[in-house]
C-alpha cells in the first residue's frame, strides 16, 4: 500500500473565481472530510498530486496548518478537454480501520486461443484495512475456454481483504470468434436457371438459328 506525504495550503477564498487562481498556480482545490470533523478546504500542489495518483487508492498524508490527515482519494474531478485535475475530495481515514474500495483487477495465465477475451468490469470492490489496501487484484484465466467467463468470486483476495462485490458479477468473458460463413441467395431466372443473386448476367442472348 502506497502512502505518500504532501504539503497543502489552506484555502480561505471559495467560489469558481478563487478555483480558477487556484488552478493558474498550479494547485487543486481539495475538500477533506470525514470521522464527524468538519470540512477542510485546501490546495494541493498539481504536479505531486497528479504523480500520486497514478499509484490506485494510494494514502496521502496532507500536511497544512500544522498537521497532517492521513486521507484517501474518494472523488476525483478532471477538465473534460484537457483531463487535468480540477477538483479532489479527500476522505479521512484512521490506521486499523477498515474502508470499501475499488481495486483494480489484473489477468494472468494463458486462455483459449480460439477466444476473444473481453473485460467486463476492471475493478471489484473490496472492504480492507486502510493501510493495507492492495494495488491490484489478481484474476488466473488459465484453462479459460472459449465461450466462458470468470466472476468476482474467483479474484485471488489476500488475507484480511473481504469481497463485497456481487461474488456472481462477471469480470472477464471470453467470446467465441465467429466461424459462421455468409451464404450468398440463389435465385432462379425467368427461363429457370438457377443464378447467384448479384452475378452478372450473360452478356447477350444466344444466336438463334
Known amino acids: 500500500m502506497a502512502e505518500i506525504t504532501i504539503n497543502a495550503t489552506k484555502r480561505t477564498e471559495f467560489g469558481k473565481g478563487a478555483s480558477r487562481r487556484d488552478r493558474r498556480a498550479g494547485n487543486v482545490p481539495a475538500v477533506i472530510y470525514g470521522h464527524g470533523e468538519t470540512p477542510q478546504?485546501?490546495?494541493?500542489?498539481?504536479?505531486?498530486?497528479?504523480?500520486?495518483?497514478?499509484?490506485?487508492?494510494?494514502?496521502?498524508?496532507?500536511?497544512?496548518?500544522?498537521?497532517?490527515e492521513l486521507t484517501l482519494p474518494k472523488s476525483v474531478t478532471r477538465n473534460p478537454l484537457t483531463g487535468i485535475l480540477a477538483h479532489i475530495d479527500l476522505v479521512i481515514v484512521r490506521r486499523g480501520e477498515r474502508v470499501k474500495v475499488e481495486v483494480p483487477v489484473?489477468?494472468?495465465?494463458?486462455?483459449?486461443?480460439?477466444?476473444?477475451?473481453?473485460?467486463?468490469n476492471n475493478t471489484v470492490e473490496v472492504e480492507a484495512e486502510a493501510t493495507s489496501i492492495p494495488q491490484f487484484l489478481e484474476l488466473n484465466m488459465d484453462g479459460?475456454?472459449?465461450?466462458?467467463?470468470?466472476?468476482?468470486?474467483?479474484?485471488?483476495?489476500p488475507a484480511g481483504v473481504?469481497?463485497?462485490?456481487?461474488?456472481?458479477?462477471?469480470?472477464?468473458?471470453?467470446?467465441?470468434?465467429s466461424t459462421a460463413v455468409e451464404e450468398v441467395p440463389v435465385v432462379a431466372d425467368a427461363e429457370g436457371a438457377a443464378t447467384a443473386e448479384g452475378a452478372a448476367a450473360p452478356a447477350a442472348d444466344a444466336a438463334k438459328e
Open 162 to 177: 473481504t469481497l463485497i462485490s456481487d461474488p456472481h458479477m462477471p469480470v472477464i468473458h471470453l467470446s467465441e470468434r
Open 41 to 68: 478546504h485546501v490546495a494541493l500542489p498539481l504536479r505531486e498530486l497528479g504523480a500520486a495518483l497514478k499509484t490506485a487508492n494510494v494514502l496521502l498524508d496532507v500536511v497544512f496548518d500544522g498537521k497532517t
Open 144 to 157: 479459460l475456454m472459449a465461450g466462458s467467463s470468470l466472476y468476482a468470486s474467483s479474484v485471488v483476495l
Open 106 to 120: 489484473h489477468t494472468t495465465g494463458k486462455h483459449d486461443v480460439d477466444g476473444i477475451l473481453e473485460h467486463m
